[in-house]
């Protein structure tokens, strides 16, 4: 069966301090992969999506980027974080095939709640 | 306007109600409709999908109305264990929207 791990499960951080955080898929193979995050009474914001190695769109422009050097690991990144990038952030992945929004389930990981001081 | 609007509620029922709700969207190019239930602090799961004829899981039934653009999710015979956020998904060309979901708190 196919799990999805996230660490850290809670972070706290510095503003202007680097972040990274990382995501790994078992059980599956050439998944499509996103970065989310929710902001306290927010809906989920998608952040990048991934349909393979080395391959990420954007979504909205901010300090955050993502990549994924290996086919079941994504990792989310900042060089330096504002107050603003607080908030809970969520990995999740659904079958390779299609266009992000297509029919599939996307399957959430356990998240990363952030806290920038 | 948001793309995808919720009541954030909190709807408070007693054990055993029918509760109701809705969600609009504003894209009429959307092709996929769900609901997402949210636990507190914990990560969104699929409820259920949303098919343009409506469709039944125990006690949930979902309905679609293309037309005026609407979503619904009714709960029948509520249970304390409902209790979570309830988000409605919308699907455009290249990406899921999520609304800010609706509360419900179901009491003894």
């Known amino acids: 069966s196919q799990t999805i791990h996230q660490w850290p499960a809670t972070l706290v951080q510095p503003v202007g301090s680097p972040l990274s955080l990382e995501c790994t898929v078992e059980?599956?193979?050439?998944?499509?992969l996103y970065w989310y995050r929710q902001a306290a009474g927010r809906g989920l914001q998608l952040l990048f999506y991934?349909?393979?190695?080395?391959?990420i769109s954007s979504e909205v422009p901010q300090n955050l980027s993502a990549s994924r050097p290996q086919d079941r690991q994504f990792i989310l990144s900042s060089k330096k974080l504002l107050l603003s990038d607080s908030g809970f952030y969520l990995c999740a992945w659904k079958e390779y095939g299609g266009a992000p929004s297509s029919y599939n389930e996307q399957f959430f990981g356990p998240g990363t709640r952030l806290t920038v001081l | 306007r948001k793309e995808v609007e919720q009541d954030p509620g909190p709807f408070n029922v007693p054990e055993g109600a029918t509760v109701a709700f809705n969600c609009t969207y504003s894209n009429s190019a959307s092709q996929s409709f769900f609901w997402y239930r949210q636990d507190c602090r914990k990560e969104p799961k699929l409820l259920m999908s949303v098919y343009s004829s409506g469709n039944e899981d125990g006690r949930f039934t979902a309905q679609l109305n293309r037309a005026s653009q609407y979503i619904s999710l009714l709960i029948r015979d509520s249970k304390l264990s409902d209790s979570a956020t309830y988000l409605c998904?919308?699907?455009?060309?290249?990406?899921?929207?999520f609304g800010t979901g609706t509360r419900l708190q179901v009491f003894p």
């Open positions: 991934s349909v393979g190695i080395g391959q």
């Open positions: 059980g599956t193979s050439n998944p499509n």
């Open positions: 998904v919308v699907t455009n060309t290249d990406k899921l929207i």
